[in-house]
């Protein structure tokens, strides 16, 4: 591996009270991946996260995001990255354009950058005549494309996507992936967590959580060889079968 | 600084796009102003009374007339029999029945003594007592006339003055009371709610993870709710002044420093209501009776409070709205210049101190 690793942990644990959430995870992504983060409900994927983005501080261990500290730079950090979440996309009360503005608002984008930015987002999802529309009036969809677009208005190198399907059809599912793929190739990092195994294939590597730490972590091919299982599906259910900490 | 007008920006569009709070938020002051202004009135005006007396002489005549000429009674029966006074009650015709004994005429003018019944419906109370007193003061008016011409040796006369509200008009309790009542729903609801809103949406966490700092995104969330909730205050003052005719006495630039300063008060309790709970029911929940009901009870607008249990005048203490309450009954009616109401800007400036520290400890707690 020549380029550095944009996501590196070292024994990542965090801790409430007495209950450990994440139990020394240790691993790598590197530059242009796409890492699945799996891993039962309950399983400490959502801690991991929240401390990979900088909204958690871990109790012990290392990790550093975009070479940036999650200990000391967690605000450095927040500037250099994206995210998205299946929970919300975007303010269904404001305009196509109002959510673009505000959005690249808080990343700092002004001026003719935050137009040009506006401008070219709208263009690749041909959205322009619906600039003036709510966002409310637009299919799921197209919303959530929107949203992973407006996640990345700030070109972050690394996008964290929080189950950004869920509750979406499989031919949109299909179409978004694409949308990943492209941004993927164009040299961002993609941190998915997802509840489809379906889609834990289309990732260049997964890591698997279960009970705060990583039970496996290789390509999904190794994965399945590994465990002579015929798809991810059933991968996941050998590993997660053993979980005993429940929701 | 640009981040932050972002973000402002951001919540006028919210507040802008969701015209039926926004029309809350301005109609409700209105509503309540009319409401109280022209059909809630505690004051007693043209109410209806009758009177009993067997026989209408000349004497009695010209009571009556004083009575009718008054602004508080109308007569709207006249009685000749004692039973008919329970079903005049009964068919709640009127509140009062002025009864004048036989003869008399006769008797004031041989006796020197003549005796007036004013029976009321006390039913309500307030209005009762209210009505007795005017009837009082009519029939004592009427006395000091006959006096003036025959000179007693000793006489006392009772002058009465009622400062500050001469009239008796209620609009000079309500208005405050409106106004401290309003700010405290609105600023303290409409906040929590717009922030917990945020929450249950997930846009929170999306707020959070971008580099904006977290205090701001809780403070520019209050911001347009201390814009509206100004404009209230103009409102309900526009309206006192000019619809309900209620002067304002005291220095106007006060009165609107320290209206700021209460919405600052609602507003850092909306934080605080905001950082203790998920969901918007729960906030506007405790908005609702953990906090419009205390205000209602205690600050005095609707119950006076010296009449209160002195373990309750002593809750009262911490509702902040009693304090605005008093403010504005002091400057806006009294007249009083701030050397008067220091003691009460400080609690509140102190109430707003704790409120935001514990709210903004809260919010930290959270995110870590």
Redesign the interface.
Same mark, same amino acid.
């Given at each position: 591996m020549s380029k550095e690793a944009i996501i590196k942990t070292n024994d990542l644990t965090k801790s409430f009270g007495a209950f450990t959430a994440v139990d020394k995870i240790t691993f790598e992504v590197m530059p242009g991946e796409i890492f699945g983060f799996l891993g039962a409900n309950g399983a400490g994927k959502t801690t991991a996260m929240k401390m990979l983005?900088?909204?958690? @501080?871990p109790t012990s261990g290392k990790a550093s995001v975009v070479g940036f500290d999650v200990f000391k730079q967690s605000?450095m950090i =927040? =500037?250099n @990255?994206g995210?998205?979440?299946q =929970? %919300?996309s975007l303010?269904d009360?404001?305009t196509v354009e109002?959510n673009i503005? %505000?959005?690249g608002? @808080?990343?700092?984008l002004?001026g003719d950058v935050l137009e040009h930015a506006q401008a070219e987002l709208l263009q690749r999802l041909q959205l322009m005549d619906q600039s003036k529309k709510?966002v409310a009036s637009l299919p799921l969809g197209w919303k959530q494309k929107l949203s992973f677009s407006v996640a990345m208005i700030h070109k972050p190198r690394l996008v964290?996507l929080d189950e950004p399907t869920g509750g979406v059809d499989p031919i949109t599912r299909r179409q978004f992936w694409e949308m990943i793929y492209e941004a993927a190739e164009n040299g961002v990092t993609i941190f998915v967590t997802t509840h489809y195994m379906d889609e834990a294939e289309y990732c260049s590597r997964v890591s698997i959580m279960v009970d705060g730490k990583i039970a496996a972590m290789d390509t999904p091919r190794a994965l399945k060889d590994r465990f002579g299982a015929k798809n991810m599906d059933e991968v996941f259910y050998t590993l997660a079968r053993g979980a005993k900490r429940g929701e | 600084m640009?981040?932050f007008?972002? &973000?402002v /920006?951001?919540e006028f569009?919210?507040v802008w796009?969701?015209k039926r709070s926004l029309f809350i938020l301005i109609a409700m002051p209105v509503m309540l102003m009319f409401i109280f202004g022209f059909a809630l009135s505690n004051e007693v005006k043209n109410s209806n009374i009758a009177i009993l007396c067997p026989k209408l002489d000349e004497e009695v005549l010209s009571v009556i007339e004083k009575i009718d000429q008054s602004k508080y009674f109308t007569i709207n029966k006249m009685m000749h029999n004692p039973n008919e006074i329970e079903n005049y009650f009964k068919q709640n015709k009127g509140k009062m029945v002025i009864v004048f004994e036989n003869d008399f005429a006769d008797k004031l003018e041989h006796d020197k003594l003549a005796n007036v019944q004013l029976i009321g419906d006390a039913t309500d109370p307030n209005t009762a007592t209210t009505m007795i007193g005017y009837a009082q003061g009519i029939i004592g008016d009427y006395q000091k006339s006959l006096l003036g011409e025959t000179n007693l040796p000793y006489a006392i006369q009772v002058e009465t003055r009622m400062l500050y509200n001469p009239q008796l008009l209620s609009a000079y309790n309500f208005v405050p009371g409106v106004m401290a009542l309003i700010l405290t729903l609105l600023g303290t609801m409409m906040t929590s709610v717009s922030i917990v809103k945020e929450k249950e &949406?997930?846009?929170m966490? /999306? /707020?959070?993870?971008?580099?904006?700092k977290p205090i701001m995104v809780i403070f520019s969330k209050a911001l347009p709710y201390a814009l509206l909730c100004f404009i209230d205050v103009l409102i309900i003052l526009l309206m006192a002044r000019y619809v309900l005719d209620m002067p304002i006495r005291g220095n106007i630039f006060l009165l609107l420093a320290m209206s700021v300063l209460f919405i600052f008060t609602t507003l850092s309790l909306g934080l605080l209501i905001s950082n203790s709970v998920d969901q918007q029911q729960v906030a506007m929940f405790i908005s609702l009776v953990g906090l419009m009901m205390p205000s209602l009870i205690f600050s005095g607008f609707m119950f006076p409070i010296e009449n209160m249990p002195k373990p309750m005048q002593i809750i009262s203490n911490i509702v902040p709205t009693k304090w605005y309450f008093e403010i504005l009954k002091s400057v806006m009616v009294k007249g009083l210049g701030f050397s008067y109401i220091w003691k009460h800007t400080l609690i509140l400036v102190g109430m707003t101190a704790f409120f935001t520290l514990v709210a903004v400890r809260k919010f930290k707690i959270r /995110?870590?």
């Amino acid at each position: 591996m020549s380029k550095e690793a944009i996501i590196k942990t070292n024994d990542l644990t965090k801790s409430f009270g007495a209950f450990t959430a994440v139990d020394k995870i240790t691993f790598e992504v590197m530059p242009g991946e796409i890492f699945g983060f799996l891993g039962a409900n309950g399983a400490g994927k959502t801690t991991a996260m929240k401390m990979l983005s900088g909204l958690l @501080i871990p109790t012990s261990g290392k990790a550093s995001v975009v070479g940036f500290d999650v200990f000391k730079q967690s605000e450095m950090i =927040k =500037k250099n @990255i994206g995210y998205m979440s299946q =929970k %919300f996309s975007l303010y269904d009360d404001l305009t196509v354009e109002e959510n673009i503005a %505000f959005f690249g608002g @808080i990343y700092g984008l002004r001026g003719d950058v935050l137009e040009h930015a506006q401008a070219e987002l709208l263009q690749r999802l041909q959205l322009m005549d619906q600039s003036k529309k709510l966002v409310a009036s637009l299919p799921l969809g197209w919303k959530q494309k929107l949203s992973f677009s407006v996640a990345m208005i700030h070109k972050p190198r690394l996008v964290f996507l929080d189950e950004p399907t869920g509750g979406v059809d499989p031919i949109t599912r299909r179409q978004f992936w694409e949308m990943i793929y492209e941004a993927a190739e164009n040299g961002v990092t993609i941190f998915v967590t997802t509840h489809y195994m379906d889609e834990a294939e289309y990732c260049s590597r997964v890591s698997i959580m279960v009970d705060g730490k990583i039970a496996a972590m290789d390509t999904p091919r190794a994965l399945k060889d590994r465990f002579g299982a015929k798809n991810m599906d059933e991968v996941f259910y050998t590993l997660a079968r053993g979980a005993k900490r429940g929701e | 600084m640009k981040t932050f007008l972002a &973000f402002v /920006l951001k919540e006028f569009q919210h507040v802008w796009r969701d015209k039926r709070s926004l029309f809350i938020l301005i109609a409700m002051p209105v509503m309540l102003m009319f409401i109280f202004g022209f059909a809630l009135s505690n004051e007693v005006k043209n109410s209806n009374i009758a009177i009993l007396c067997p026989k209408l002489d000349e004497e009695v005549l010209s009571v009556i007339e004083k009575i009718d000429q008054s602004k508080y009674f109308t007569i709207n029966k006249m009685m000749h029999n004692p039973n008919e006074i329970e079903n005049y009650f009964k068919q709640n015709k009127g509140k009062m029945v002025i009864v004048f004994e036989n003869d008399f005429a006769d008797k004031l003018e041989h006796d020197k003594l003549a005796n007036v019944q004013l029976i009321g419906d006390a039913t309500d109370p307030n209005t009762a007592t209210t009505m007795i007193g005017y009837a009082q003061g009519i029939i004592g008016d009427y006395q000091k006339s006959l006096l003036g011409e025959t000179n007693l040796p000793y006489a006392i006369q009772v002058e009465t003055r009622m400062l500050y509200n001469p009239q008796l008009l209620s609009a000079y309790n309500f208005v405050p009371g409106v106004m401290a009542l309003i700010l405290t729903l609105l600023g303290t609801m409409m906040t929590s709610v717009s922030i917990v809103k945020e929450k249950e &949406f997930g846009s929170m966490e /999306l /707020l959070l993870v971008s580099p904006v700092k977290p205090i701001m995104v809780i403070f520019s969330k209050a911001l347009p709710y201390a814009l509206l909730c100004f404009i209230d205050v103009l409102i309900i003052l526009l309206m006192a002044r000019y619809v309900l005719d209620m002067p304002i006495r005291g220095n106007i630039f006060l009165l609107l420093a320290m209206s700021v300063l209460f919405i600052f008060t609602t507003l850092s309790l909306g934080l605080l209501i905001s950082n203790s709970v998920d969901q918007q029911q729960v906030a506007m929940f405790i908005s609702l009776v953990g906090l419009m009901m205390p205000s209602l009870i205690f600050s005095g607008f609707m119950f006076p409070i010296e009449n209160m249990p002195k373990p309750m005048q002593i809750i009262s203490n911490i509702v902040p709205t009693k304090w605005y309450f008093e403010i504005l009954k002091s400057v806006m009616v009294k007249g009083l210049g701030f050397s008067y109401i220091w003691k009460h800007t400080l609690i509140l400036v102190g109430m707003t101190a704790f409120f935001t520290l514990v709210a903004v400890r809260k919010f930290k707690i959270r /995110l870590s």
